[in-house]
């Protein structure tokens, strides 16, 4: 157990739907990050929030978005989700700045049908 | 164009010491080069990270040459439990704090 909690483990939709997805950073950890991890992309940076506040994008579409709580947890929400969307996502945290060693969750593996 | 770039896959046998090397032409005076492992269906986890010169710890050397334009990752005496994916991360201060993962190397370990 690395600290850093994801959940759902799995996720099956369809095409068009909204999914949220839900990351517990590890504890004392400020930074979470979002990256999508998928066979033709292989990880990809999304996006970085540091206790609440948007610090950093990637390559996160329009249709995504995220936040972090008061209490340090962070959502990924997917819109209008297409079949490409379909890959694992990983949440991970971190108490220092980006050059710092990530923990990893183990993610959600969300496929679009 | 901040870019980093592993091979695709290398082959080692137990007790060998394995060297994995990236590319990152574009790294500038404070980018951080770290290294994951992954295994198949969880999160990358961390192995090592550097700045410049020489670092090691329990598990792994990473070595980091002058000019800073590439990094080896080296494990010694490997195992079979450490057939796995290995990715070089670097952060990208000078280009807008990019975060650019490599392709990952995918290291097979025989007996």
């Known amino acids: 157990d690395s600290g850093v909690t994801q959940t759902p483990k799995h996720l099956i939709t369809a095409t068009g739907q909204r999914v949220t997805l839900r990351c517990s950073p590890r504890?004392?950890?400020?930074?979470v990050y979002w990256y999508q991890q998928s066979l033709d992309q292989g990880l990809q940076f999304l996006i970085q929030?540091?206790?609440?506040?948007?610090?950093a994008k990637g390559n996160i579409l329009e249709r995504f978005s995220a936040q972090q709580f008061p209490d340090l947890h962070s959502e990924l929400n997917l819109s209008s989700l297409e079949l490409g969307d379909s890959a694992l996502y990983f949440c991970?945290?971190?108490?220092?700045?980006?050059?710092?060693?990530?923990?990893f969750g183990s993610g959600t593996r969300l496929t679009v049908v | 164009l901040a870019k980093t770039t592993q091979p695709i896959s290398m082959d080692s046998y137990e007790g060998q010491e394995v060297n994995i090397t990236c590319s990152h032409n574009?790294?500038?005076?404070?980018?951080?080069i770290t290294w994951y492992q992954q295994f198949p269906s969880q999160g990358p986890r961390f192995i090592i990270q550097?700045?410049?010169t020489k670092v090691t710890n329990e598990v792994a050397s990473l070595f980091i040459p002058a000019d800073r334009k590439s990094s080896t990752l080296s494990l010694p005496r490997v195992s079979l439990s450490d057939t796995a994916v290995y990715y070089c991360?670097?952060?990208?201060?000078?280009?807008?704090?990019?975060?650019?993962f490599g392709s990952g190397t995918r290291l097979s370990i025989r007996p």
């Open positions: 991970a945290s971190t108490d220092g700045g980006m050059g710092y060693g990530y923990t």
């Open positions: 504890s004392g950890d400020l930074s």
């Open positions: 929030y540091y206790n609440g506040e948007e610090r």
């Open positions: 574009n790294i500038a005076t404070n980018d951080y």
């Open positions: 550097g700045y410049k």
């Open positions: 991360l670097v952060v990208f201060y000078s280009s807008a704090s990019k975060i650019i």
